[in-house]
């Protein structure tokens, strides 16, 4: 007779514990244990304490490779969050058993010893396992067309269709409730919500606005006139990825010498030859149909912006085109126009950038693309495998905070259509564009950075911060994929690999060829750039163009989501009352500022990027890596609060402090 000294961890959350029976069963190379029950009322009743057992056997069970668990309920049955189990053979070889799961039925569950390994790696009873685990992901996760055009999502049309170890915990669920629901007396603005009236002047907005400002906001609020501060939001506001270097113009954009040389003081293309003109084209929104709001149709331009860089480093404005067809009345605006003329030039070039930010750059590019790798991850990784460990923590609450969106934010109910200029079709519209146009390149920051010609404009913190976080991410990667793939064979025989590219790929990019996204992967360091990519988008990317959206957005004249006229055609008509009239009403305004600061609100159970509480692996090695990962993320935070400290504006998005480990907001 042999003895195996078992403890089984139920995990620190609220509600995690059980009042069920708990039954477990070891599993190994020449056999199994009989079914016993674990003392579960006497300790596991408690989040976060342990229940021991000793388990016999006639003989040694050879290598342990899975244990079973089954939860039986006598009166209440209840939901229990085991954590994981530890298991000391006869022979004093200690196992660890990631589980991290919800446990809710009296179906019994499999989890594997937590060595990583690859397909080609496995015994049989464990190949057999792993074709179980497969199969019983497909069943619970589906994928659905939400949008003929754009990338699929899970089959979930509420929270609680999402598996329920993939749900928000209780702590996460209560406080957005809360949060949503509460939102416009959170910032006490409750009695402005259902209003239709104009704003009367920009200091009715400021006195609504101070109900709830941030040091950002409260910059922007002050600062939104400026045209430095309107260059600089496209370096380090929340929508850093649309401006690119101009060596030429575009045909339907006839800016001349005469325009701007005054302001230049030279010559328009030698300033281009010298690297210091950029373009900010919003072509993706050219004759989208716009949303009517409170039967007021809506306008939404398609601008073009050239920006300079001045001898002391500032990024302006110099010329602004608000439709892409250049003609007599779609004159180009200048600095040297009158002041609502130029004023309202950029203001509309603001409402098109809330627009461009919204859809594509944070719901498409972040949210839509991380649940894309959120669902192929589980349809074809079982937890054994190294790339399941690695990538489960980057998907943290992704799917159920995209439900919500698709149920709150764009439904027909929804926030676009009520409040915003491109809501209902023009919305889809846009996203559709949107989809079409990714690639590959773009969402692999250095290779973006590049495209754009942005390498040496200064002050560029999007860039600084994010190619210094990207390259962390990607040593963390590469060391962590070279210790589980010695060579490009193992790559190409790594059949769940390839079926999870190939699955991100057709439901993630539809099959676009020219997207540039793998197909499939034939060498290590194809897997190294794709994941770093996965994991930066997840986290890194995400922050940059999420956290900020209350700082930048909340004061509306910097960000109107809609506006209520239509742009001046000719030049010397502008003025502060056609200003007014043309911002958003008063209860779009004020519903606006709740929902950025929903979006912008960070929960208390926040995991900075690099934070594992799961241990998903339990080899020595990965532990180091994942210990070497943080340290360095640690250095970057120190550097980038250090460099804030001496900044007017500071740039906080790319903090490894505040990067979220995954689309959790």
């Given amino acids: ?90 022979e004093g070889r200690a196992y660890c058993f990631p589980i991290y799961s919800w446990i809710s039925d009296a179906d019994i569950h499999s989890f594997r010893a937590g060595e990583a390994l690859r397909i080609s790696d496995d015994v049989p009873l464990g190949l057999h396992n792993r074709q179980q685990e497969i199969k019983e992901r497909n069943e619970e996760f589906r994928w659905k067309v939400y949008l003929k055009g754009i990338p699929h999502c899970l089959e979930a049309d509420k929270p609680q269709d999402i598996p329920d170890r993939f749900q928000f915990n209780a702590t996460k669920s209560t406080e957005f409730l809360l949060t949503a629901a509460s939102g416009l007396v959170e910032i006490n603005l409750k009695g402005y919500a259902n209003c239709t009236d104009n704003w009367a002047n920009l200091e009715a907005i400021s006195k609504v606005f101070h109900n709830k400002t941030t040091p950002i906001s409260e910059y922007v609020s002050k600062n939104w006139k400026d045209d430095g501060f309107f260059g600089q939001q496209y370096l380090n506001g929340i929508n850093p ?95 040297t126009d009158s002041e609502y003329d130029w004023l309202l030039a950029k203001i509309f070039v603001r409402g098109a950038d809330f627009n461009e930010h919204q859809l594509n750059v944070h719901l498409l590019r972040s949210h839509l693309l991380a649940e894309v790798f959120a669902v192929s991850l589980l349809l074809h990784f079982p937890m054994v495998h190294p790339l399941y460990k690695l990538l489960i923590p980057h998907t943290r609450y992704t799917m159920q905070i995209n439900v919500l969106a698709r149920k709150l934010l764009i439904s027909k109910d929804g926030f676009f259509p ?54 962390i991410i990607n040593r963390f990667v590469e060391q962590i994929l070279k210790y589980y793939y010695k060579n490009d064979t ?125 241990k998903h692996f339990t080899q020595e090695t990965p532990g180091i890596l994942i210990r070497e990962f943080q340290a360095e993320l640690a250095k970057l935070s120190e550097s980038i609060q250090k460099r804030n400290r001496c900044l007017h504006l500071p740039y906080p998005y790319m903090d490894p402090a505040v990067v979220e480990n995954s689309v959790a907001i």
């Fill in 490 to 614: 193992e790559v190409e025989q790594d059949t769940e690999l390839q079926a999870w590219i190939t699955d991100i790929y057709e439901h993630g990019f539809l099959s676009r060829e020219s997207s540039g996204i793998p197909q499939r992967f034939s060498r290590v360091d194809e897997v190294i750039k794709f994941v770093t990519m996965v994991i930066f988008t997840c986290s890194g990317q995400h922050a940059a163009v999420n956290s900020g959206q209350y700082d930048y957005d909340a004061w509306l004249p910097n960000a109107p989501m809609s506006l209520q006229r239509p742009p001046p055609t000719k030049k010397g008509t502008s003025s502060e009352k056609q200003m007014l009239e043309t911002l958003p009403n008063i209860g779009s305004t004020v519903n606006g500022m709740a929902v950025v600061w929903l979006l912008s609100k960070q929960s208390s159970d926040f995991l900075a990027l690099g934070s594992y509480p799961e």
């Fill in 241 to 335: 990825i649309l401006i690119r270097q101009c060596k030429s113009l575009p045909d339907n954009f006839p800016v001349t010498d005469a325009m701007v040389g005054s302001i230049l003081q030279g010559s328009l293309c030698q300033e281009m030859k010298k690297g210091n003109i950029f373009l900010c084209d919003y072509k993706r929104l050219d004759g989208i149909e716009t949303n009517t709001i409170n039967k007021v149709k809506q306008f939404l331009m398609a601008p073009l912006v050239l920006l300079h860089k001045t001898s002391d480093d500032e990024l302006k404005p110099i010329a602004i085109q608000l439709k892409q067809v250049p003609a007599e009345d779609n004159p180009i605006f200048l600095p």
């Fill in 1 to 90: 007779m042999v003895n195996y000294k078992v403890k089984v961890h139920t995990a620190c959350l609220h509600q995690a514990a059980t009042l069920n029976n708990v039954y477990i069963q070891l599993v190994g190379t020449n056999g199994e244990s009989k079914f016993q029950l674990i003392n579960a009322i006497k300790v596991a009743t408690f989040s976060g304490a342990h229940s021991k057992v000793w388990i016999s056997s006639k003989a040694s069970l050879g290598e342990l490779v899975l244990i079973k668990l089954q939860k039986y309920h006598l009166v209440v049955n209840d939901s229990w969050y085991a954590s994981h189990a530890e298991v000391t053979s006869p």
């Fill in 418 to 471: 009520q409040f915003v200029a491109s809501g209902g079709e023009g919305m889809l519209e846009i996203l559709r564009r949107s989809a079409a146009s990714i690639t590959y390149s773009s969402l692999c920051l250095p290779d973006d950075i590049c495209q754009r010609g942005m390498e040496t404009l200064p002050n560029y913190f999007y860039r600084d911060d994010g190619l210094k976080l990207w390259g």
